[in-house]
C-alpha cells in the first residue's frame, strides 16, 4: 500500500492526503515528525523531507505539489482537483503560488518564533518574511473573492483551507483572520465537510 510519511500539523502534509482521499487512492498514513522522530523518519528518507510518499514499486516522491502533480496526471476527469482548460488552469495555479508563498512564509515565522532562542532571532529577517506573507495573504484573498463559489473541494480549495488553518492555529499574532474574510469564510466552509474532519490538523 502507498504510504504517506509525516505529521497533519504539516499544512503540505495534510493536503496531500485530503486529496489522495479525493482521488480515491488507498493509503497509509505514517505520523511521523522531521523532529521528535528524525531518525526514524531519516530510515525512509534520509532527507527527512515532510511530506515523503512511498509508492507501492517503493519509488519515493517528496514536495506536495511533485506527490500531487503525479496522482492529477492518472486522475479520472470526474476526480481531478485543477481544470483542464489553459486559462482556467492558470488562474488555480496562479491562486495555489501566493498560498504556497504564504505557507513558506508562515513555516519561517514558525520556525524563527518557535524553534530558534529569541536572542539569536534576526528582527530584519523576522520583519521581511513578515511583509511577504501579508502581502500573500492580500493577494491570495482578492483572488478568492474573485472565484466563483462551489462546495466541492478542488485543489484551491484543499490547499487553501489547510494553510489558512496552520496560519491561525501558529501565528495567530501575526496575521489578524479578520483581516482576510474570505479565505476564514471558505476555511469554515471546507472545514466542516467530512474529508477535512478525516484528516484534521493536529
Request: with cysteine.
Amino acid at each position: 500500500m502507498i504510504k504517506l510519511i509525516g505529521m497533519m500539523d504539516s499544512p503540505y502534509v495534510r493536503r496531500v492526503a485530503i486529496s489522495l482521499e479525493l482521488y480515491g487512492v488507498e493509503f497509509e498514513s505514517q505520523p511521523l515528525s522531521v523532529f521528535s522522530t528524525f531518525e526514524a523518519f531519516s530510515r525512509i528518507n534520509p532527507v527527512v523531507k515532510a511530506p515523503t510518499l512511498i509508492l507501492e514499486n517503493e519509488i519515493r516522491l517528496m514536495d506536495s505539489s511533485l506527490i500531487l502533480h503525479y496522482f492529477e496526471a492518472q486522475a479520472s476527469p470526474e476526480r481531478r482537483l485543477l481544470p483542464v482548460k489553459p486559462d482556467a488552469l492558470a488562474n488555480d495555479l496562479q491562486t495555489l503560488g501566493f498560498i504556497l508563498a504564504a505557507a513558506e512564509k508562515a513555516v519561517q515565522n514558525v520556525y524563527e518564533h518557535n524553534l530558534r532562542p529569541a536572542e539569536k532571532q534576526h528582527s530584519s529577517w523576522v520583519e521581511r518574511i513578515t511583509v511577504q506573507l501579508l502581502a500573500a495573504c492580500k493577494e491570495w484573498n482578492t483572488l478568492l473573492e474573485t472565484r466563483p463559489a462551489s462546495p466541492l473541494p478542488d485543489q484551491v480549495a484543499i490547499t487553501s483551507t489547510v494553510v489558512w488553518t496552520f496560519i491561525q492555529s501558529m501565528i495567530p499574532h501575526v496575521i489578524n483572520a479578520a483581516d482576510f474574510r474570505k479565505i476564514q469564510a471558505v476555511t469554515d466552509a471546507f472545514e466542516a465537510q467530512a474529508v477535512f474532519k478525516k484528516y484534521p490538523f493536529n
